[in-house]
Structures are given as C-alpha cells and as structure tokens.
C-alpha cells in the first residue's frame, strides 16, 4: 500500500486561503469517507484537524475545511495565519493491509 | 481529560532489545484501538500497526510486520511497541495515538518517544 500524495509545499500570505490536495486509490480515499487530516508543528506531536473527509473536532477553528472528490480528499485553510505554518499529512483507513495509510505530508508556509 | 503518556527518550546499541509504552488515562481503554506511528528525523509519518485493546487484535504494515511487536497490558491500561534487536535504522521519533472502536480516526496522540541507536 503506497503512501498518497500529496504537493512538497504550499504557501500563501496572511488572509488568503490555500488548498491542499490528497490523491490515493478506490481502495482508500476514493472508497470510504474515512479521510483524516493532521497538523504537526515542529517537534510535536500531530494534531487531529479534520476527520471523516469533513468534521470538525471540538476546538478547531472553522478557518479549516475538508473536502473529497472521487479518489483526491483536499484540505481547504482560510484567513491564513501565521500559526497556521506547519506540516499537514493526510490519512485514510484502507481495508487493505496495512488498514491506515498517511500521505506524503505538506509543508505550509505564510509568506 | 484524556492523556496518553509515553514513555522517555532512549539510546540504545545496535542489536539490543527496546520496549516503549503509552500509558492511557481518562478513557474506557479497553473500547479503543492504538496505533504506533514513526517519524523518521526529517520525514514523514508511517503507521507501524494498531491493535484493538479489548482483544488485542492487531494489523501490522507489512513494511513493519516481524521487525516490532505491538502489545498491551488492560491492567495498567498501557500499549508496548518492542524491537528484540535493534538497528541504526530504527532511529526515529514513535507515536502512540488513540481511535475509538468504530470509528476511523485517531483523536488523540502521546507525545512521542525518541529513540535514538548508534554504537
């Protein structure tokens, strides 16, 4: 099971939105609404941001938003901030060995 | 509140054995799956393998499978990721994360341990 993929980089100025893009397979993302998003600042832990391709957890600002269309899930920040540079990695539950599967991570940065 | 606890930093030689944990608190441990996840210095995220902690299901990546073991005590309510030999390799931050029984992602993450393996 290959990692998804996802762009090296993304960036954007304060107050703009960017949009971040997750391609896997029918047997991952484009086969269950089970695709999560994750936020890692340097030397920490990640952070749940998104979860069923959707939601929310409690506490996540609106600025960040979830998408999928056929086998690509995307990752939609608004309002950019400065807090907002970070890695986001995507993940998706497969059926298949090895049951999750991460994407290759993006680094956001706020010019 | 819940936590998950790992265990500290360690430094090992190659060939030596390790065992790290991740001590829950604040949750029904038992209704809930752990998954051990690694961050190579520099790199990015891969699932090890996860295992169910009312049965102690577990599904490796294959990439993993044979190299760790992954298992839990319910009576300290603590998962344990071993190596029986370790390698140069294997020098990486590991996370423990948490999903509840029935649902598809990971809510809530340890720390983090790092081990390091030089001779």
């Known amino acids: 099971q290959s990692a998804l993929t996802q762009p090296a980089s993304v960036s954007g100025s304060p107050g703009q939105s960017i949009t971040i893009s997750c391609t896997g397979t029918s047997s991952d993302v484009g086969g269950y609404n089970y695709v999560s998003w994750f936020q890692q600042h340097p030397g920490k832990a990640p952070k749940l941001m998104i979860y069923d391709v959707r939601n929310r957890p409690s506490g996540i600002s609106n600025r960040f938003s979830g998408s999928k269309s056929g086998n690509t899930a995307s990752l939609t920040i608004s309002g950019l901030q400065a807090e907002d540079e970070a890695d986001y990695y995507c993940s998706s539950y497969t059926p298949i060995t090895p049951t999750y599967v991460f994407g290759t991570g993006t680094k956001v940065t706020v010019l | 509140e819940v936590q998950l606890v790992q265990s500290g930093a360690e430094v090992k030689k190659p060939g030596e054995s390790l065992q790290i944990s991740c001590q829950g608190s604040g949750f029904s441990f038992t209704n809930y799956w752990i998954g051990w996840v690694r961050q190579m210095p520099g790199k990015g995220l891969e699932w090890m393998g996860i295992?169910?902690?009312?049965?102690?299901?577990?599904k490796y990546n294959p990439s993993f499978q044979g190299q760790v073991t992954i298992s839990v005590d319910r009576s300290v309510s603590t998962a344990y990721l071993q190596w029986s030999s370790l390698k140069a390799s294997d020098t990486a931050m590991f996370y423990c994360?948490?999903?509840?029984?029935?649902?598809?992602?990971?809510?809530?993450w340890g720390q983090g341990t790092l081990v390091t393996v030089s001779s």
């Open positions: 994360a948490i999903a509840r029984h029935g649902n598809y992602y990971w809510d809530f």
């Open positions: 295992i169910y902690a009312g049965d102690s299901t577990t």
